[in-house]
C-alpha cells in the first residue's frame, strides 16, 4: 500500500498502486484487479482521482507517441502523455494543443476524464472538441475505439474516469505560428468593467482571462487578453523554476498576507499594457514553482470553481465576492472568466456558457466548509454548478441539479471503476 | 559526421527507453532490439515520432541463443560500425520463490547475469577488428555484496560485473570503452510492486547513464549517492552485516 493524495493535499491515503505500461493489456489488468480507479498526475484536487483502500491503475507509464502527421496536425499517442510533452514535440513543427489548462503537468487521459478548458474557451471550447477518437479498456476485458458520435464518447469526455481507463487517443492539434503571444493588461474596478472587456475581447482576441481580487468585493482584478504571433524570435524561454522545498508549519496564505499582497499586484499591474510573452508563461505560470499547493500547509486547500449562467452571472459573482471578502480568507490565487456560447461534448462536462470563477481557500476545517456551504446556496439560485476535478465536498443535491444528465451518464459507468468522489456523489 | 549508430538490447525495458528517447534528440541511427517485435515497434513508432530525423528499426531475438545474438550483432555491425550497444535486459525475481524452485533461479540468472555477458562478447567481437567504440551494460547495486533478500538477482549482476571487468581490462589500451551502469532503486515496472519512496526516476536514470557512456566511466552509480552507500555496504564487517535485515 503506498500513500496517496491529490493536488489540495487534504489527506494521504492508502492505495494499491498497479503501474500500467504495456497499453494491450490494459484490459486484461483491469479484469484482473476488477475493482480500480485510473491515476494520472494527480493534479486534480479533491477526490476524483482517488480510491481509498483500493487500487489506483497509474496511468503515466502509458507514455509513448504513435503517430504524427506534420500535415493535417493529427496525434495519436498512449493516454499517459503529459500535454508539456506534445506542446514540447509538436510546437517546433507548427503545431500546439487546441486547448490547454492552467498546468501542463496533466495526461491526455485525465484532460478527457475532466475535460479541461483554457483561456480560449469562447473560442475552442473544451478538450474533448479536439478529441477526433479514443481507445477505452474496461474492467470487463474489453477494449474498443470511441468517436464523437458513440454514447460511449459523450460519457467518457468529463467521465471523472468512471466509464474505464483511456489508453490511446488521436487529438486534432491547432496550427500556431510559434510559442509567443501578444499580451495585453488592462485593470477593471469592478464586475461591470469585467463583463464589458470580456464581451468587447471575445471576437478578436483568442483567449481571455482574469485575476480577481477576491477581498475587494467589488470585483477589480486584471484582465488580461492574448493571441499567438509571429515574434520572430526563437531563443527559448530561460527554464529556471524554483520549488517550495517543504511543507509549512502552517498556511503562509492567510488573513495577514493575503490583503497586501493582493493590493500590491493590483497596483503592480494595472499600469502595465502589451508585451509579447512565451506560452508558458502565460497559460501555466505557476508551473515554474514546484510543488506550489505546500504553501498551503499542512492541511491543504480547497480550490472551488463554479460556472453561473451569464442571466444571473454579475449579480451572482458579485454575491460570491461580497461573502468571500466578509469572511476575510481566499487566497491570492482566483480567477475569473467568460465562458463562450457553447455547449460541451460530455455529458458531465463542467464549462458551459456563463462565467467561471475559481480560488482556493486554505483548508481551516468548519469555518472553510461553512463559508463554501454559503457560497454553494450562491451557485444553487443562480442554477450553475461546481467542478467535480476541483471538488472535495459539494453536497450530492447540487452535484444533481448541476449535472441534469448525469442519469443518462450513469448507464454508461464501468461498474468495476469506484473513485471517492462516485461514492461520494453518486453512491458507488 | 555521419549520425551514430545506437544499439539497444532490451529496449522496452523502461531504463532503455528513456535513454532512448534521449540519444534521439539528436539525430541518430538507433537498432533496438527485445525478445517480443510487437513492444520492441511500440517503442521505435514512439522514437519516431520524436525524431524524424533519426532511423529507428526494430529487431526481436532469442536472448539465450548464442547463435541468434551472434548473427545479430555480425548483421548490424556489417551494416554499419556500431558506435554505442547498451545491454539493459533483465527482471527482478522473487526471491523466495526462487530458493523454492531452482528452475526460476536458473530463469534469473540467465535473463539477468549470463544473457548480458553473451551479448557484451558478442559486440566486443564486432568492435574488436575496427578498434572503437563503447559497450555499456546496465548491473546494479545488488551485484555489490550478496543479501538475503534478493541473493539471486545480485548474484547474476555480480556475475556481469565480473565480466565487465575483464573485458576493460582487455580493452584497456584500446578505443573500446567497456561502461558498468550500476543503477540504484528505480522507478519502473520492474519494481513498480515495491514501496517507492527514495527511488530514482527512470529519466534520471538514463541521463546519468549517457552522461556515463559519454564519459567512458568504467563503472557508474546512479544516482552517484549510490556508490557511498555501497562502499560502506561493502566494507561493513561480516557479524554487523549479519545483523541487517536489508
Known sequence: MVAVSSWGRLGQFEHQVHRLSDRLSVANQLQRDRYGLAFGMGRSYGDVCLNPGGVLWKTTGLDRFISFDENSGKLLCEAGVLLRDIQRLCLPRGWMLAVVPGTQYVTVGGAIANDIHGKNHHKAGSFGDHVLQFTLARTDGSLMQYRPADAMFAATVGGLGLTGVITEVELQLQRVPGPWLAVETLAYRNLTEFFDLADSSEADWEHTVSWVDCLSGEGRGIFMRANSVDAGKDQPRSGRSIKVPFVPPVSLVNQWSLRPFNSLYFHQKKSQRASVQHYETFFHPLDNVLEWNRIYGPRGFFQYQCVLPRSVGKEATQAILRRIARSGTGSFLAVLKTFGERESKGLLSFAMPGVTLALDFPNQGAPTLQLLSALDAIVREAKGRLYPAKDARMPVDLFESGYPRLKEFLTHRDSGISSAMSRRLMGN | ?246
Not at chain 2, 527482478?92 to 528452475?103: H, M, N, S, Y
Not at chain 2, 555484496?145 to 539471486?152: I, L, S
Not at chain 2, 557508474?220 to 556508490?227: C, G, L, N, S, T
Open chain 2, 1 to 246: 559526421m555521419s549520425r551514430p549508430r545506437i544499439v539497444i538490447i532490451g529496449a522496452t525495458s523502461a531504463i532503455a527507453e528513456q535513454c532512448a528517447r534521449l540519444w534521439v534528440r539528436a539525430a541518430v541511427d538507433i537498432v533496438l532490439i527485445g525478445r517480443d517485435l510487437v513492444r520492441v515497434s511500440r517503442v521505435a513508432a514512439d522514437l519516431r515520432v520524436r525524431s524524424p530525423h533519426s532511423s529507428v528499426t526494430a529487431h526481436e531475438v532469442n536472448f539465450f541463443n548464442p547463435a541468434s545474438i551472434t548473427t545479430l550483432a555480425q548483421k548490424l555491425a556489417v551494416e554499419k560500425a556500431i558506435d554505442i550497444v547498451l545491454i539493459a535486459h533483465g527482471n527482478l525475481p522473487d526471491q523466495k520463490e526462487c530458493e523454492q524452485d531452482i528452475t526460476q533461479a536458473r530463469e534469473a540468472l540467465e535473463v539477468n547475469g549470463v544473457s548480458p555477458v553473451l551479448f557484451a562478447e558478442a559486440f566486443a567481437q564486432q568492435m574488436e577488428p575496427v578498434g572503437r567504440g563503447t559497450i555499456a551494460v546496465i548491473g546494479s547495486v545488488a551485484g555489490d555484496r550478496g543479501r538475503k533478500t534478493n541473493y539471486v538477482y545480485g548474484a547474476a549482476k555480480g556475475l556481469v560485473e565480473r565480466y565487465v571487468q575483464g573485458m576493460q581490462h582487455r580493452f584497456a589500451h584500446s578505443k573500446i570503452n567497456v561502461v558498468l551502469i550500476k543503477p540504484g532503486p528505480t522507478a519502473t515496472p520492474m519494481t513498480a510492486h515495491l514501496p517507492q519512496r527514495g527511488m530514482a526516476s527512470a529519466e534520471a536514470v538514463a541521463s546519468r547513464i549517457i552522461a556515463a557512456i559519454d564519459a567512458g566511466t568504467p563503472v557508474a552509480y546512479v544516482p552517484a549517492k549510490w556508490a557511498i552507500i555501497m562502499m560502506v555496504i561493502r566494507h561493513l564487517p561480516r557479524a554487523i552485516f549479519n545483523k541487517l535485515n536489508i
